[in-house]
């Protein structure tokens, strides 16, 4: 039972660690991305509804109008209300901003979780100091690990966490079409570069499986092309 016991907290605890320690790093990196995509879409959300400005500009440009028809005395006639309509960049933009935001936060949920999981793991595994107990502990918890699939569930949280970079960086070339050209081209070039690289990155171990790259998307593709084949 003590071999056991050390191969278990040489492998089974390691890995349960290792989940722990890397939740403390998505934690960190989903806060500081989700303040800082909130300081975007704080912008972003003014081009959905009315400006004040514009409704204030037109309502005075109804009264000169109609002080100028009263001194020729002609009629007046109103204009139509205007109706206000959001740009579809603004859509896009927004739309992609608050998405990526939800995925950061959801990451952010999901990790704390884990950390969570991991931590009573880790409690439990070494509450009771007796070889037989800790060893049939140690294997209790590890297939409740196998059978519920939590590798998964770890495997889906930097996943999340990558779609969400990627939609805020489509986001903000559908910010910067209607301001500025050259802004958009870089922006869009840095989105195509960035999308470009993930790919490589994903596909790179199908062809070298000694390859150190890859991405949560990797293990997938691997499972597509081994059916396909």
């Known amino acids: 039972w003590a071999v056991y016991i050390a191969e278990a907290e040489k492998y089974d605890k390691a890995l349960v660690e290792s989940w ?17 995509l909130t300081a975007f879409i704080i912008e972003s959300y003014k081009t959905l509804i009315p400006d004040s400005g514009d409704a204030t500009v037109e309502l005075l440009k109804q009264i000169s109008t109609q002080l100028a028809s009263s001194a020729n005395g002609t009629s007046f006639e109103a204009a139509p209300p205007m109706v206000f309509v959001a740009s579809t960049t603004s859509l896009v933009c927004n739309t992609l901003w608050f998405i990526s935001l939800g995925l950061s936060l959801a990451c952010a949920l ?37 059978r519920f699939n939590m590798h998964i569930v770890v495997e889906i949280i930097p996943l999340l966490l990558h779609s969400s970079l990627i939609l805020f960086f489509a986001g ?14 870089v922006a869009g070039g840095l989105l195509a ?15 070298h499986l000694d390859c150190p790259y890859r991405t949560p998307l990797s293990g997938a593709f691997w499972s597509f092309t081994r059916k396909l084949l």
């Open 193 to 207: 570069t960035v999308t470009a690289v993930y790919f490589l990155l994903t596909i790179l171990p199908l062809w």
């Open 110 to 146: 999901i990790a704390t979780l884990v950390e969570q999981w991991a931590r009573d793991f880790l409690h439990k595994a070494d509450m009771h100091s007796a070889p037989v107990i800790r060893a049939r502990i140690f294997s209790y918890l590890y297939y409740g690990l196998r």
């Open 20 to 36: 722990k320690s890397d939740m403390d790093g998505m934690l960190i990196f989903a806060g500081l991305f989700s303040a800082s």
């Open 172 to 185: 903000l070339v559908a910010f910067l079409i209607p301001i500025n050209t050259a802004m958009t081209g």
